[in-house]
Antibody, heavy 114, light 109 residues
Framework: QVQLVESGGGVVQPGTSLRLSCAAS????????FHWVRQPPGKGLQWVAL????????YYADSVKGRFATSRDNSKNTLYLQMSSLRPEDTAIYYC???????WGQGTLVTVSS | EIVLTQSPTTLSLSPGERATLSCRTS??????LAWFQQKPGQAPRLLIY???NRATGIPARFSGSGSGTDFTLTISSLEPEDFAVYYC???????????FGQGTKVEIK
């Protein structure tokens, strides 16, 4: 069955970096683009980034452009989100989601606080 | 940037009743409109894509309609498991991105 499992979340100080991973199984990973979506505690959904199936095309929300970078390793069936210069407003649950949103991971919580 | 506005913010209904949720977009989005359900502590779940297509495994009591700037999610008869938050979503083709509405909470009356 299709599974997406995020990891790498935690508590970090403002200005630092963190890398999230999303491990996929149960389907042909290299055939699909993926999105990152975040949800601040008690709030709605915010789109963060998109990466194409081959990893050559990447798009970002204005709020994270220049600070976040998404990548993928199709040999490892894994998606990444490198987050730098983290701010308190980046505190959220971060989800990876397959192309049209038909499958989502369970999310990983990132807390940015001093 | 397209803005999605959902109404109402909260819908208080009893099991068995019909739920009608609205999503209005700030400009026409053709049929690129989806609906997601989210329960506490869970990831969003795709219900409807391209305005009216049910995702795999979604019960027939969920239906979507609309076009242009006005879209509706209808739950014909609420089951206990349907009480949740619902988000509409637009998928932009260029630049590729997703935009979500602020959500409608369907709560037990």
């Amino acid at each position: 069955q299709v599974q997406l499992v995020e990891s790498g979340g935690g508590v970090v100080q403002p200005g630092t970096s963190l890398r999230l991973s999303c491990a996929a199984s149960g389907f042909t990973f290299s055939s699909f683009g993926f999105h990152w979506v975040r949800q601040p505690p008690g709030k709605g959904l915010q789109w963060v980034a998109l990466i194409s199936s081959d990893g050559n095309d990447k798009y970002y929300a204005d709020s994270v452009k220049g600070r976040f970078a998404t990548s993928r390793d199709n040999s490892k069936n894994t998606l990444y989100l490198q987050m730098s210069s983290l701010r308190p407003e980046d505190t959220a649950i971060y989800y990876c989601a397959r192309r049209i949103g038909d499958y989502w991971g369970q999310g990983t919580l990132v807390t940015v606080s001093s | 940037e397209i803005v999605l506005t959902q109404s109402p913010t909260t819908l208080s209904l009893s099991p068995g009743e019909r739920a009608t949720l609205s999503c209005r977009t700030s400009q026409s989005v053709s049929s690129s409109l989806a609906w997601f359900q989210q329960k506490p502590g869970q990831a969003p779940r795709l219900l409807i894509y391209n305005t009216s297509n049910r995702a795999t495994g979604i019960p027939a009591r969920f239906s979507g309609s609309g076009s242009g700037t006005d879209f509706t999610l209808t739950i014909s008869s609420l089951e206990p498991e349907d009480f949740a938050v619902y988000y509409c979503q637009h998928r932009s083709s260029w630049p590729p991105s997703w935009t979500f509405g602020q959500g409608t909470k369907v709560e037990i009356k």
